[in-house]
């Protein structure tokens, strides 16, 4: 009974902000790497954090970097995506990711998906 269940998306405003939460059950994500990744329509799959096992690496991409923000709450088992000064070029699927213990820019190394969250970013 392993699942991965993102959410927090919505519709918001240039500028604006929102924080997507990726939740855990059946299973630790501490002992886990948790990647964050999204796809637009028409557009390949876009890697855009990481956080590994114990926090001690973080990774972004360019494309969010200073804008996006990675954090874990191990109460809650859940890894959280803060996404301030929203462009609308952010309007996509948000996906969270299970990978081993250290952040890999290889999307195949992340074994377990969750079914998305909706991001869209228009005025």
């Known amino acids: 009974q392993v699942q991965l269940v993102e959410s927090g998306g919505g519709l918001v405003q240039p500028g604006g902000s929102l924080r997507l939460s990726c939740a855990a059950s059946g299973f630790t994500l501490d002992y886990y790497a948790i990647g964050w990744f999204r796809q637009a329509p028409g557009k390949e799959r876009e890697g855009l954090s990481c956080i590994s096992v114990s926090n001690v690496n973080l990774y972004y991409s360019d494309s969010v970097k200073g804008r996006f923000t990675i954090s874990r709450d191990k109460s809650k088992n859940t890894v959280y995506l803060q996404m301030n000064s929203l462009k609308p070029e952010d309007t996509a699927v948000y996906y969270c990711?299970?990978?081993?213990?250290?952040?890999?820019?290889?999307?195949?190394?992340?074994?377990?998906w969750g079914q998305g969250t909706q991001v869209t970013v228009s005025s």
């Open positions: 990711a299970t990978g081993r213990q250290l952040c890999v820019n290889r999307q195949e190394e992340y074994n377990y």
